[in-house]
């Protein structure tokens, strides 16, 4: 079986807890606050707030250059964050004003739509300003509830308003991997387990190989009926190794075990490193687009010493925030992230080793998935 080996996972729990500690004596001597750690593209949200959520990360990992719907994103996500610090009211306010006043210059966001678009984006714009306004009548009278309930309403119409400004895919695969299925974009892939659904986002944009391979799998049935088959409480929950002697996919076109290179897209880089994990790279400090910090975040697994070994096994890491410190991970840049679990925590939570998936399922973006070039 392909896992992150025992000796790793003790390693990792180790340095986990030792980690934060850490951290907040470098601060204190050396005068670093939290927002260091903050990637650049991220620099919109309060110092210290990590990104946590795998919806966001998602929605920043998205090829676009607009500064004022990153606002309005950092906007309403900051809400969540300050309704958790002993509901701050007027800085909520203060969020919803900013969102209102990016709002009330439309063509700032819709200089970045393509003109056959923008009828569309014009429509989210209104119904984006229209929620803001009774995000901030609900905020007025303290109702959590429902504050919570239209903020997350309106960043799914941010989602679709951002990756409307997506123009093409960004870069070009190289040519070694025209041989493997390819995700130019992103899929959701439902999961229909013993214990209830799990909705996931596969993101081609940051690691079209990786996701590439897994949509192809979701589409072939591999993954219907198999077990889960290791768990780590707080830390993974990994599924993908068929039955028999094998540890992979066999393609039946070749015979021949399908390997994918660990494929990894660093903050500012125009495309993702290959075949070598960060560390071996050198760039001990540089931040994955997808990084290790929200629950659910979904990894392609494989041999401890080949990096280019990963095939059908995969796994969820199982974020826990006391853990783990803000924007930094002992995996990032070792294991390739290609989505998020966008659905589905509580089902997530409840999984163990020798659950099943029963089905899954691609509901949308399958168009998306190139098919493997002949050699």
Known sequence: MLHLSHAMFNFLKSWLKN????I???AIFLGITTSGWTPSSNAALPAGNAITDGKALLRYALPIDNKPVRQLQASLEDISAQLRANRRWGAISKDLSQASRILDKPSQILTSVPEERQPQAEAWIAELKSGVGKLQELANVKDKEHVLQERAKLLNIVTQLEESMVKGFPFE???QYSNLPQLKGRATVEFKTNKGNLSLVVDGYSAPVTAGNFVDLVQRGFYNGLEFTRSEESYV??????????AGFIDPKTNQYRAIPLEILVEGDKQPTYGITLEEAGRYIDMPVLPFSAFGALAMARPESEVNGGSSQFFFF???PELTPAGRNLLDGRYAIFGYLTEGKEVLDKLKAGDKIESATVVQGIENLVEPQAT
């Open 237 to 246: 929950l990994q599924t993908g190794d068929p039955p028999g002697k094998e």
């Open 318 to 320: 199982l974020f826990e």
């Open 173 to 175: 695969v190289p040519s």
């Open 24 to 26: 907040l004596l470098v």
């Open 19 to 22: 980690s934060l500690m850490t």
